[in-house]
């Protein structure tokens, strides 16, 4: 049986000027923030050995942080590092989609032992269904659990894109909708891959986790999903 079709996908079509507009707009204003400085790959701190990947979108490279050492990235690594030799490798790049993830890990040939991935705004503005992305997703974490060896795969929230400072509304509620069917599919596939847990990563609401364009996360932002990411991975 077909899902129900909600409110938002109704009123899409006719709010659809409206939404080419605020579009349109969104993207002349936008701050065009570049990736941060900083090694992408490395090994930091003392004890048993970590091979860590962050991969995914430009969160998880780090856009809105001024080097890597604020970022995602660097946070992570520092708060690993105080329990174990983290090798640890970067591949994320600005507008990537979970089927360009896919295809740029495909050709690598390594194994890890925890993964934390960053997926889901670059789906949502491109239209991915809900269906789609569930099986790009659950091909994500067979690659990453199969040939790429993980054992511990974090898998962070879709961001709740409703909040963004950037997107006005009525666009920042239909992209939010939206937003939410792709993260309630990431549960989903996250539940069937005893290796993988998801993150929420429900932030507070505070000005200062934004990045000055309105749209990626702050250094404050990133040193709280490095926390929590670091909680997880530890667990195991």
């Known amino acids: 049986m077909p899902a129900p079709i909600s409110a938002d996908q ?38 048993p050995r970590l091979r860590l990947l962050i991969t995914g979108d430009s969160s998880a490279a780090g856009v809105g942080a001024g080097t890597q050492a604020q970022a995602l990235s660097g946070q992570l690594v520092e708060r690993l590092a105080r329990h174990y030799t983290v090798e640890w490798r970067l591949e994320a790049t600005i507008g990537h989609t979970t089927r360009d993830t896919i295809k740029r890990l495909q050709q690598i040939d390594l194994r890890f032992d925890a993964v934390v991935t960053a997926l889901g705004v670059n789906d949502v503005t491109r239209a991915v269904s809900q269906r789609g992305f569930v099986e790009q997703q659950t091909q994500l974490m067979a690659l990453l659990t199969g040939s790429l060896g993980a054992g511990n795969v974090v ?3 879709v961001p709740q894109m409703a909040r963004f400072p950037a997107l006005p509304q009525p666009l920042a509620w239909i992209l939010g909708q939206q937003a939410k069917r792709l993260d309630q599919g990431l549960k989903h596939v996250a539940a069937g891959f005893p290796q993988v847990r998801y993150l929420a990563l429900d932030l507070p609401d505070d000005p200062a986790l934004a990045a000055p364009d ?5 250094p404050k932002a990133y040193a709280i999903w490095a926390e929590q990411a670091a909680q997880l991975i530890r667990q195991t």
């Open 10 to 47: 109704i009123l899409r079509v006719p709010l659809l000027p409206v939404l080419a507009l605020q579009g349109l707009a969104v993207r002349r204003n936008a701050q065009c923030l570049p990736e941060p400085t900083g090694p992408r790959v490395g090994r930091q701190g003392r004890g």
């Open 155 to 157: 898998v962070t929230a």
């Open 214 to 218: 309105g749209y990626h996360p702050s």
